[in-house]
């Protein structure tokens, strides 16, 4: 397993990101959001702000209307969302979150899926983690439960969201997400 912090340049100064919490659930209330608490807890350890939580059921719709608003806010640059990524009828937000990317980021479920599959072998499988940029904003939607979350912050996104992290970050682009095509042609 590679070592992440010897990637981490000390001499450039840290960014914060504001990261927007989304809980997607028909089952869970705020007083039991284990994986929303957790990435919470992790983003403020790790020196970003909490730009927003919500927790909306699994309804493509309430994902959709949360996304477009975070999405449109300025005050928001990530948002993180936990559950709905599952096989059943109800299991929804990948749909919704393709259906709001400008641009999808298909690495991050991959790289998600290699990581779980070391500690819960095939079953990960039935991961639909996925990932996307809209309106200048990076949307990650990971599965619901704690040990997913802890993996997709921990693994993944601490390191991406660290301006710090080399050879590259998701940080360093920010400022280029909103660029339009004619933009990139020099038009």
Known sequence: MMDHDKRIDESVEFVPVNIAILTVSDSRKAADDRSGDLLTGRINGDGHHLAGRAMVTDDYDAITGQLRQWVADKGVDVVIATGGTGLTGRDGSPEAFRAIFEKEIEGFGELFR???????GTSTVQSRAVAGVAGGTYLFSLPGSPS???????EILRYQLDIRHRP?????IMPRLGESPTQRRGG
């Open 114 to 120: 290699h990581i779980s599959f070391a500690k819960i």
């Open 148 to 154: 997913a979350c802890r993996d997709g912050w921990d």
């Open 168 to 172: 590259c970050n998701f940080v360093e």
